[in-house]
T-cell receptor, first 116, second 114 residues
């Protein structure tokens, strides 16, 4: 079984440009989460999808960030326009069943975003 | 804010058991204790979780006190590859709200030494 896959692994963009990160969860997992770690800080929750619906987007920093999960499969996280403080590592995670608290979440390897 | 307290760092000799403590004095009755680790800059890796009973899997054992206010992750025979940051997390959310997001703290940096 393939794990959570994220693309690209690294991205370097200029301030003001747009970047789109992609996450492919484990097949059949209803829940999909986005997290990020900025330099020197803790890993922070961004948002949570249950299938194609946004369940919790309380961690999204501002309206420059847009996440989608069309069809309830893969998800994209777009940053437009990117700012210097957006640099960091963006992680995606998925877990199987919606509504169950005792299922573990599996993480991807992350996308390292550098805004210059 | 994270609902757990962990030591900042610990050392362990290779081949010995590593015991990583965690305090979660405000844990609610329906909240689980999860442990993850992050090796270098890889994605967090799930280790184990539990509600109130002790748990064991191929990676580790989880000992939860009877009052559930603290727990200990045990790596029975630590290897150099176990060097990582270990996170103790109380799982946020409940069935009806269906969130289950993880709130990471600073974690414990475990250094396994030869």
């Amino acid at each position: 079984e393939a794990g959570v896959t994220q693309f690209p692994s690294h991205s370097v963009i200029e301030k003001g440009q747009t970047v789109t990160l992609r996450c492919d969860p484990i097949s059949g997992h209803d829940n999909l989460y986005w997290y990020r770690r900025v330099m020197g800080k803790e890993i922070k929750f961004l948002l949570h999808f249950v299938k194609e619906s946004k369940q919790d987007e309380s961690g999204m920093p501002n309206n420059r960030f847009l996440a989608e999960r069309t069809g309830g499969t893969y998800s994209t996280l777009k940053v437009q326009p990117a700012e210097l403080e957006d640099s960091g590592v963006y992680f995606c995670a998925s877990s199987r069943y919606a509504g169950q608290m005792n299922t573990e979440a599996f993480f991807g390897q992350g996308t390292r975003l550098t805004v210059v | 804010d994270a609902k757990t307290t962990q030591p900042t760092s610990m050392d362990c000799a290779e081949g010995r058991a590593a015991n990583l403590p965690c305090n979660h004095s405000t844990i609610s009755g329906n909240e689980y204790v999860y442990w993850y680790r992050q090796i270098h800059s890889q994605g967090p890796q799930y280790i184990i979780h539990g509600l109130k009973n002790n748990e064991t899997n191929e990676m580790a054992s989880l000992i939860i006190t009877e009052d559930r206010k603290s727990s200990t992750l045990i790596l029975p025979h630590a290897t150099l590859r176990d060097t990582a940051v270990y996170y103790c997390i109380v799982r946020v959310g409940h069935y009806s709200s269906n969130t289950g997001k993880l709130i990471f703290g600073q974690g414990t940096t475990l250094q396994v030494k030869p």
